[in-house]
Structures are given as structure tokens and as C-alpha cells.
């Protein structure tokens, strides 16, 4: 009772605090223009939802009507920081006045600081700087190739790589090629051969596949986020690393979505405190401003990338790096992992209390990394993100039946208890 009451009181407050922030011209094209624009111009790859983000501030976007709304996508957790936030804005504003783009066939004065900073704060001796986490990833599976045949004596053109099923890590050919979702890869074949999916949070499986000595590497995130947020059993992680070593497989772990504090701390793979032998990031790692990813390693791993073997145009820029810089600076001195893990507790908390179990059928997730599963019978995840929209919230589906929830890391008490309550209400109020 009295938390309804709570809900209601703050539901009244955000009606009231929404649309005080941000006025569009009376000349502004409207939100239905756009969209058909956007049909009408833009490669149909996506489905969005119908909303036209016209501006955004710390966890909050506007349409451009200037409706709010709290944004728990977060650019698909690029924006862990939340909108504009100051101190990165600063730094992309400065250094892009000063040297934005060289390319690696000169050295800069900032890649060097950056990468000192990446490997002492993550625990590595090398980082290999991409742009985007697909690129990332391919660097790994790359990096695991090469050592498979320099390192582990593979046969020329023969090594094995190990994914999990339902992965999800990009849309290039070899992501495609790693994929078991239909969608990703149906009708873009033929596929990169030497690619293997074993069974995710399987440690029997694993244990059987790493035994052929083809076996280079295996790669997987620490929390399946795109495949509707699958948190592995405890101690898989450990098993993971302790199989791989074992086998002398390299484990590369995909931390593009759950790196940064999105999971409540530094890095998913600190729940069971191992360290991958790569390591991927990517999203959060650009500030939501700019694409940044790479690989970090040890030298053991790292050396067998030569000059000229692998590299990328933007990777490593001057401006990417000091983004990079202030954006784990940033995670560090605002205490986002640890706000993200408290937050994340709150939340799941009120989820797991107050909504209809008819309805959702599970609540699962780490930090702020999070997803419901809903009943078919009740409704589509789609119509609920719809419904949660004209409420003042906006996200996404990850699956027919699962919505993932992923505020940016700033967000405070007040207002995840506030979207507790949009969700709790929209959800409850199907029936
Ligand atoms: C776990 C994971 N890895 C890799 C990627 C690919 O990142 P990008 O879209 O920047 O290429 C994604 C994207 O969602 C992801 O979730």
C-alpha cells in the first residue's frame, strides 16, 4: 500500500518535471517527419521505437516535442556515463581543438598515457586500440590464431576457435560466422571455417572441445547481454579460466557491454576475480561520444602482433585516447561501479516485490545490467517497450519475450526507484 502510494506521488512528480527542460523551435520538424524520413532514406536495418531523440542530459533524453524520458538503453551501454556528461564533453571539446587524428604511422602524444593507464588499471602489460567492439573482438580471435600457430605449433591455416552458443558480439562476417541466431547470420554465408559453438555456462562441454590441440581460443562474455542478459552459474568464470589454462587455450573475455561498470563492478569477470588472457572492450570505453575498443594482454600473448599484421585508421587517435582516458577516469573517481551495483540491487529488489509474477516470469541481471522475461500469454516485449515509451522510459527488447533494462551508471536512488515504478505500473497494469 504504501509503496503504491510512494509510486504514485513520484509519478506525479515526473509528470510534472517533464517536459520543463527542453523546448523545440516552433519550426522544428515533428517526430512522425522524421521517422518517415528516415523509412524513406535510411537502410532499413533496425527497428526502432517510435521516438525521435531530439536531446539528452544525464539519464534523461527528449523527443523532439520535448517530452522526457529516462533513458535505460543507454546506446546499448555505450553510455554509461550518461548524456553530455561534463567532464568528457570538456575533453572532447579540448583535445579535438588541439589534435584530433594522425593515424599509428606516427606516434602521438596521448596513446602512450592512455594505454599505461588501461594496463595498470586493469591488470595487463599491452592494449590494442580499435574502434568499435565488433573490431575489437576479431582482433582477439586474431591475436588467439596467430599464437595458436607461432605459440602452440598449430598446423598452417588448422586452428580452432571456441565460441558459446547464442553469442552475440557484432555484425561483421566472422561475427556472423560465430552466430547461432538466425537473424545475425541466415543469408550471408559462406561463413569463416574454424569456428566452433559449444554450449554457454557449460564447463563439461568446454573441457571435451579444448582437448583437440587445434584449439587456439574461446571467447565469451561474462553475462550473455544481447541474448537476453544470461548470467552464468557462479564459478563458471573460474572454471573457464582454469580449463583454458589448462588446456592452453587462450580465453578471451568479451567485456564490450559488460565491462566499464555496467554489471556493478570494474569488470564482470571481478565476480569471480580471474583474468581473462585478452580481455575486450569496447562502448562505455569512448564515453558514448566517440568509438574506442581494443584488446588488452600480456606480452607473452601480444608479441606474436607484428607491424603491418594488423591495424586500423582511427584506432589509437589522439582524440579516441584522451576520451578513453576521461572516461575511466571518470568511472573511477564518480564510484560508477559501485553506484551501478547498488543501484542494480535496489532495482532487481523492487522488480522482484512488486511486479505481477503472471506476468514476468523472471528477473535477472548484475549491477545495472538487467532484463525482464515475459509471459507470451500476457504480452509482447515490443508493446511493453511501447506502453513504458508513453510513460516517460524508454528501452528495448532483446528477445520476443525479454526487455533489457540499462540506465546509465549515474543514475541515482530517486530515480531508479522512480523507474522501478513506471515499469512496475506498465507491467502490472496489463491485466
Ligand atoms: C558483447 C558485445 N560484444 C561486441 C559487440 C559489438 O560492438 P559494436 O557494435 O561496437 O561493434 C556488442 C554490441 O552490442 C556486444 O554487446
Known amino acids: ?18 517536459k520543463n527542460v527542453f523546448s523545440p523551435s ?26 525521435v531523440l531530439a536531446k539528452g542530459e544525464g539519464v534523461f533524453v527528449w523527443d523532439a516535442e520535448g517530452n522526457r524520458y529516462f533513458d535505460f538503453l543507454s546506446g ?9 556528461h561534463p567532464k ?22 596521448v596513446l602512450s598515457d592512455f594505454s599505461k593507464q588501461l594496463t595498470e588499471y586493469f591488470g595487463y602489460e599491452r592494449f590494442l586500440p580499435m574502434n568499435t567492439g565488433v573490431e575489437a573482438c576479431e582482433t582477439s580471435v586474431k591475436i588467439s590464431r596467430k599464437w595458436g600457430y607461432t605459440k602452440k605449433n598449430i598446423a598452417p591455416d588448422e586452428a580452432k576457435f571456441l565460441f558459446a552458443t547464442n553469442n552475440f558480439w557484432g555484425r561483421s562476417l566472422a561475427a556472423c560466422s560465430a552466430s547461432t541466431t538466425p537473424e545475425t547470420f541466415q543469408g550471408f554465408g559462406p561463413f569463416l571455417p574454424g569456428f566452433q559453438c559449444i554450449p554457454y555456462d557449460d564447463l563439461t562441454a568446454l573441457e571435451i572441445a579444448v582437448q583437440d590441440p587445434l584449439v587456439c581460443g574461446f ?35 568479451d567485456e564490450v557491454q559488460t565491462g566499464m561498470g555496467r554489471t556493478g563492478k570494474r569488470l564482470a569477470v571481478d565476480y569471480e576475480n580471474v583474468l581473462p588472457d585478452i580481455l575486450i572492450l569496447g562502448k562505455a570505453l569512448g564515453g558514448g561520444v566517440y568509438p574506442v575498443s581494443g584488446c588488452l594482454a600480456n606480452d607473452i600473448v601480444m608479441s606474436v602482433i607484428k607491424p603491418g599484421t594488423h591495424g586500423s585508421t582511427f584506432g589509437g587517435n589522439p582524440l579516441g585516447s584522451k576520451i578513453g582516458m576521461r572516461a575511466i577516469e571518470v568511472l573511477q573517481e564518480e564510484n560508477l561501479s559501485e553506484n551501478s551495483f ?16 503472471k506476468i514476468v516470469i523472471t528477473v535477472r541481471g548484475k549491477g545495472l545490467l538487467n532484463a525482464v522475461v515475459i509471459n507470451p500469454n500476457y504480452a509482447k516485449a515490443w508493446d511493453i517497450c511501447l506502453k513504458l515509451k508513453d510513460k516517460g522510459l524508454i528501452c528495448k527488447q532483446t528477445r520476443d519475450d525479454i526487455i533489457r533494462f540499462s540506465p546509465p551508471l549515474i543514475i541515482n536512488k530517486d530515480q531508479i526507484l522512480e523507474s522501478a515504478d513506471i515499469i512496475i505500473d506498465t507491467i502490472n497494469g496489463l491485466i
Not at 76 to 84: E, I, L, P, V
Open 342 to 357: 547498488k543501484m542494480g540491487e535496489i532495482f532487481r529488489k523492487e522488480l522482484n516485490d512488486r511486479l505481477n509474477k
Open 76 to 84: 546499448y551501454s555505450a553510455n554509461n556515463f550518461g548524456h553530455c
Open 88 to 109: 568528457i564533453i570538456e575533453t572532447l571539446i579540448e583535445q579535438s581543438k588541439i589534435l584530433h587524428h594522425t593515424s599509428r604511422a606516427f606516434y602521438n602524444n
Open 219 to 253: 571467447m565469451i562474455e561474462p553475462i550473455q547481454a544481447e541474448s537476453g542478459v544470461i548470467v552464468p552459474s557462479e564459478g563458471y568464470l573460474k572454471g573457464v579460466r582454469a580449463i583454458c589454462s589448462m588446456y592452453n587455450v587462450l580465453w578471451s573475455a
Open 26 to 51: 516552433k519550426r522544428s520538424t515533428s517526430s512522425k517527419e522524421i521517422i518517415q524520413r528516415e523509412k524513406q532514406y535510411v537502410a532499413q536495418n533496425y527497428h526502432p521505437l517510435p521516438v
Open 1 to 18: 500500500m504504501l509503496s503504491t502510494l510512494r509510486g504514485t506521488i513520484r509519478l506525479i512528480q515526473n509528470e510534472s518535471l517533464k
